[in-house]
């Protein structure tokens, strides 16, 4: 299997951004970043890995963007099921999926 290049769409401040770090370092992933700087002009890979909503986290998985930070967190919990991190039964993955979610949508750190 080829080596697998990791590289994640970033601003230092961004708690989306946080929450996709802590499932890369939980799964004891090697990833690059790169910073974005959203106010002063948004890189053309992130216009174009993210064209919807232009925003980041932006996860490039051997160059294939993953978007969204909660979706982001599935993707890698069900990419590298070394260590999982939601729990193990559906109920317990049902509850975790309802706080992300809350979280998400009613805890703004940014505009």
């Not at 080829?2 to 990833?31: H, Q, R, T």
């Not at 974005?36 to 986290?57: A, M």
């Not at 982001?72 to 919990?77: G, H, K, T």
Request: with cysteine; aromatic share 12%; charged share 25%.
């Amino acid at each position: 299997m080829s080596k697998e290049e990791l590289v994640l769409l970033d601003f230092w401040v961004s708690p989306f951004s946080m929450k996709v770090k802590i499932a890369l370092l939980e799964k004891g992933l090697s990833y690059e970043t790169q910073e974005e700087d959203l106010f002063g002009g948004k890189s053309e890979l992130l216009l174009k890995s993210n064209p919807i909503y232009e925003k980041v986290p932006v996860l490039l998985h051997n160059s294939k963007p993953v978007v969204e930070s909660t979706n982001i967190v599935y993707y890698i919990d069900e990419t590298w099921g070394s260590t999982q991190l939601l729990p193990a039964c559906s109920y317990g993955r049902s509850r975790a999926r309802f706080w992300a979610d809350y979280i998400d949508k009613k805890v703004h750190f940014l505009p």
